[in-house]
């Protein structure tokens, strides 16, 4: 059974930071890119990074350029998004998706094969 577990979510203030976790099972982990979206009450889906497969390449919706770091584990079958000075308007449901094998991941839903739930990330004013 395939599944993407994220955690790490919670509440806080603006100028913090959270570390989210997606912890995979049931899929060959080492061959697909790792991205992660949000969305926002009222929001369309929203991309917010990704790690390509090979593991040394990234790339990051201007939104969060430069505050958020996306690293992958793939020992431990994880992918991680480090979230610094967070902005209240980083609230959202934050989900981890996978891609097909070998494939880059880009900036759409379509180009992802598998997706967790989802952790709520809310960031006080």
């Known amino acids: 059974q395939v599944q993407l577990v994220e955690s790490g979510g919670g509440l806080v203030q603006a100028g913090g930071s959270l570390r989210l976790s997606c912890a995979a099972s049931?899929?060959?982990?080492?061959?697909?890119?790792m991205a992660w979206f949000r969305q926002a009450p009222g929001k369309e889906r929203e991309f917010v990074g990704r790690?390509?497969?090979?593991?040394?390449?990234?790339d990051y919706a201007d939104a969060v350029k430069g505050r958020f770091t996306i690293s992958r584990d793939n020992a431990k079958n994880t992918v991680y998004l480090q979230m610094n000075s967070l902005k209240p308007e980083d609230t959202a449901v934050y989900r981890c998706?996978?891609?097909?094998?070998?494939?880059?991941?880009?900036?759409?839903?379509?180009?992802?094969?598998?997706w967790g739930q989802g952790t709520q990330v809310t960031v006080s004013s």
């Open positions: 049931g899929i060959t982990f080492r061959r697909r890119s």
């Open positions: 790690v390509m497969w090979d593991g040394g390449s990234t």
């Open positions: 998706a996978a891609s097909p094998w070998f494939a880059v991941g880009r900036s759409t839903s379509d180009e992802y094969e598998y």
